[in-house]
């Protein structure tokens, strides 16, 4: 299959290209950027005019709700979702039932993705058994097996002592281990931000030294082990200043957010919007504007969508009850423009946090849009407006904040591998 | 917030369903019915048909005897057909979700429902559902709002004290978990309350609690001072005891309001307790039965105020 994209406005954040160029796809290769390649027929041609064409999506966080939870959706659904979104590579985390925490569960679901259309998937195997925070995994099996790293995904870690020996035996296999800091003692029982809206609505709180007190025992098990630490869906000013120290102290981390916490606060719970029920909180908008600004400044290395497809059923229920979570695949890359519109970054910069500073974290080769790299590649049309609602969304999670919103930006072609994976029929 | 839920496009009341954002006309005209209804209760025959052939449907999906009840009389003084559900025990045992009971019920022709829920926030999705004739009235929500409690302390007040425009009230006790004190605080505030404070420990109020309006106090002594107007809030049992305090008798000690206290406050200071009391917790014998005390006054003007509330949402 080889393919021609004509005319596209190509965005590269590797190589800082900002420009019109054509590009050729030959064999699940980029062939060239610019240049025409010596007898190259394409059996495709797509015309990009007015398109941006960019490295495909990495998102570091999908749950693609198998197996287990396949009433909420299934993996088909949600890769197809992915893809409608621009995405090309995903991690999914080991938050399934049974967890990601054996090898041959890896191995399935590697197979079965492998044999779908859609993008690569990362699983990020367990880092204890059934996610208990009690004993290891075997995580140079899983390792072996296809994981990519290792997570709690959101249960808790009680005992710190097994956090410390979780980092100690990762750093023997130098395995990367992904945290999402919130203590489980401040944070119990809680489904909101401990704010002015909690205090409003008589939500049960989760304070903001959750995130702060668990993320600093976190940082400094990490410089006392050296492990490999992401720290995943950061929330608060506090702790994004911490990250900042941590990080010009020389330690070796990076963090992420969601794409939704880059835009709500607690202040879109008034109306108990079981969509806008979260992990981690949505918090203040203090807190929202300073992950805005950390992104511009780059201390955040990832925007993800931390998409969680539920079923009606379980959202529809008192906002403490519901089931938390929204579905974003789908949103992540209108989002990421949404902010990069209202805070004038450039679009280079801005599709680097969703391409290839994820990748990055991911370790994998991916994100990049240059002759000789793999063809995982996103076309999208900056300014066309659509309407989020049941029907736009391919996922089977409607559990979206955004339903009934108007946002810009819609991916038009999504190629992964060299093949036309997802085409918009307008 | 969500007045939109809750008024209808004329500016009427659809649902009650928290008094955040009620508009103080909405309160006024409350209070105002209400007042035409105590004399009902004086009389030989206690009814009147304003809703009469109308089915009210009790949904308690937690226990409540008081609650319950006034609103039973109500309704029946109103001569409505009142429906008792007693959720906790039936259909969510059985995995029955809460806007399935709902549509069910409304399939019953129900007109109203009363809702008691132990979850904030779960009567405004009942109303988001149910079909538009339908009116919800909240009857206690989690930690979130119990209007028509918040209601009747408003009138218990204005009944005793005539305007709010110039009292100093204090709410003391656990403002954390309190629904009745967000109720209250709303009211307050929007009735032009000029001075609203909270009193409790800082384990019992809600971070960031002074963005409802209010003062800050942690002592009794600064916290009731002077003031025209103090109501009790209920301490449950389970947390007496624990993390938020150290025991009912240092509770008792610091924020129980006795005769000795109470002199801190207005000589014509009134005290109401939305109950049931713990006595020798949160309030000394003495002061419940004493001569401030209008405790008894709240339940009896609950009726009328309960009368007012439905008869405004579903009137003939």
Not at chain 1, 80 to 97: F, M, N, Y
Not at chain 1, 147 to 166: E, G, H, W
Not at chain 2, 159 to 178: E, M, T
Not at chain 2, 250 to 261: I, R
Request: aromatic share 4%; net charge neutral.
């Amino acid at each position: 299959m080889k393919i021609l994209i004509r005319s596209g406005r190509v965005i590269d954040p590797e190589s800082g290209l900002d420009a019109v160029r054509d590009i050729y796809i030959a064999a699940g290769r980029i062939v060239a950027v610019g240049t025409v390649p010596a007898d190259f027929h394409p059996n495709l041609e797509i015309d990009a005019g007015g398109l941006v064409v960019c490295p495909g999506l990495v998102d570091l966080s999908v749950r693609l709700r198998e197996p287990g939870f396949e009433y909420m959706a299934t993996l088909e659904s949600e890769m197809r979702a992915a893809a409608a979104g621009g995405v090309t590579s995903l991690a999914c985390p080991p938050d399934t039932d049974p967890p990601l925490d054996e090898p041959g569960l890896v191995e399935m679901l590697k197979f079965r993705t492998r044999n779908s259309p859609g993008p690569r998937v990362y699983p990020v195997g367990a880092l204890t058994w059934k996610l208990k925070g009690e004993r290891l995994t075997e995580m140079a099996e899983l390792s072996e097996a296809g994981c990519v790293a290792f997570s709690q995904a959101d249960a808790p870690l009680i005992d710190t002592r097994v956090l410390l020996r979780a980092l100690e035996y990762a750093v023997t296999f130098d395995l990367p281990v992904w945290l999402r800091p919130q203590d489980p003692h401040l944070a119990r029982d809680g489904v909101a931000h401990d704010g002015v809206v909690a205090a409003r609505l008589g939500l049960p709180a989760i304070p903001v030294p959750a995130e702060t007190v668990a993320l600093q025992t976190i940082l400094l098990l990490t410089r006392e082990t050296g492990a490999r630490v992401h720290l995943a869906r950061m929330s608060s000013r506090a702790g994004l200043d911490m990250v900042r120290r941590a990080k010009h102290d020389g330690l070796r981390i990076t963090c992420d957010v969601a794409a939704h916490h880059v835009h709500l606060s607690e202040m879109d719970l008034v109306d108990f919007d079981a969509n806008c029920h979260l992990v981690p909180p949505l918090r203040s908008i203090r807190d929202r504007d300073a992950i805005r600004s950390a992104l511009r400044e780059g201390l955040v290395d990832a925007v993800c969508s931390d998409h969680a497809p539920v079923n009606d059923d379980a959202k529809e229920l008192p906002f403490q009850e519901a089931e938390p979570g929204a579905a974003g695949v789908e949103l992540l890359l209108p989002l990421t423009l949404k902010w990069a519109r209202e805070m004038q970054v450039p679009l280079l910069q801005a599709i680097d946090l969703v391409t290839r500073r994820p990748a990055r974290i991911l370790g994998i080769q991916a994100g990049i849009l240059m002759a000789g790299q793999p063809a995982d590649l996103c076309i999208f049309d900056p300014e066309r407006p659509w309407t989020v609602s049941r029907q736009t969304l391919l996922s089977l999670g409607k559990n979206s904040p955004y339903l009934g919103m108007e946002l810009q930006g819609q991916v038009m072609y999504t190629i992964i591998d060299g093949h036309v994976d997802f085409k918009r029929n307008h | 917030m969500n007045g939109d839920l809750q008024l209808n496009a004329d500016g009427s009341l659809r649902h009650l369903l928290t008094l955040d954002g009620l508009p103080a006309r909405i309160l006024t005209q409350i209070l105002d019915t209400a007042e035409s209804f105590i004399s009902v209760a004086q009389r030989e025959v206690k009814k009147v048909p304003l809703l009469r052939g109308k089915a009210i449907f009790n949904l308690f999906f937690e226990p409540s005897t008081r609650t319950r009840t006034t609103f039973e009389i109500a309704a029946k003084r109103l001569s409505a057909d009142v429906v008792n559900l007693n959720i906790a025990s039936s259909a969510q045992s059985k995995g029955e979700t809460l806007l399935d009971t709902v549509a069910n019920l409304s399939a019953m022709q129900a007109d109203m429902f009363v809702v008691r829920h132990a979850a904030s926030g779960a009567p405004h999705l009942i109303a988001r559902h149910v079909a538009p004739h339908i009116h919800v009235v909240n009857a206690g929500d989690g930690r979130c709002a119990h209007p028509t409690q918040g209601l009747l302390d408003m009138f218990t007040i204005r009944q005793h004290k005539g305007s709010f425009h110039n009292l100093r009230v204090a709410v003391v006790g656990d403002l954390l978990h309190s629904r009745v004190a967000r109720s209250q605080i709303h009211a307050l505030t929007t009735l032009g309350c000029p001075e609203v404070r909270v009193v409790a420990p800082r384990t019992l109020l809600p971070r960031d609690v002074d963005s409802l309006g209010v003062h800050v106090h942690y002592r009794m002594e600064t916290g009731i001072k002077d003031c025209d107007v103090v109501i009790m809030l209920r301490l449950q049992n389970e947390r007496m005891q624990g993390a938020l305090l150290p025991s009912p008798q240092e509770y008792f000690k610091y924020w129980g309001l006795t005769p000795d206290k109470l002199r801190l406050a207005r000589p014509d200071v009134i005290v109401m307790h939305p109950g049931p009391m713990n006595r020798g917790v949160e309030i000394d014998s003495g002061v419940a039965d004493g001569v401030h005390s209008v405790i008894l006054n709240q339940v009896t003007y609950g009726i009328a105020v309960r009368m007012a509330v439905m008869s405004l949402l579903a009137g003939n």
